[in-house]
């Protein structure tokens, strides 16, 4: 059926959502312990070109996952759908500002 397979998107950018999630926390994590060693990267580097994809990247998908879920029909999948939403785009914003703070530490 259409919704299901509406779903099933949905489902994957969840899923993609949680795995830039990861990714950019561990990049994060590496970077800082980089800056608290004085081993900072210049800001060419390519951990700092992975961040900004990802960051762009996750930006992205949180916004693809928010339309499919504001067009899903089940008010229960909708309303689980839209919390992830919310709760997304506060972890963007925390790693955002986390990588601006080891930014100004470098």
């Known amino acids: 059926s259409i919704a299901s397979r509406k779903r099933g998107g ?3 950018l969840y899923t993609l959502a949680l795995r830039q999630c990861s990714s950019l926390s561990s990049d994060l994590q590496h ?7 004085n081993q900072s ?12 994809s990802t960051l762009a990247e996750l930006q992205q998908t949180v916004d693809d996952y928010d339309h499919m879920a504001r067009r899903e ?17 506060k972890d963007l914003d925390q790693y955002k500002q986390e990588y601006k703070r080891v930014q100004v530490r470098a």
């Open 31 to 37: 970077l800082a312990s980089l800056s608290s060693q």
């Open 41 to 52: 990267p210049s800001t060419s580097s390519p951990i700092h070109s992975r961040i900004q």
């Open 10 to 12: 949905m489902n994957s």
């Open 73 to 89: 029909i089940v008010p229960q999948i909708r309303e689980k759908a839209l919390a992830r939403v919310e709760r997304f785009r």
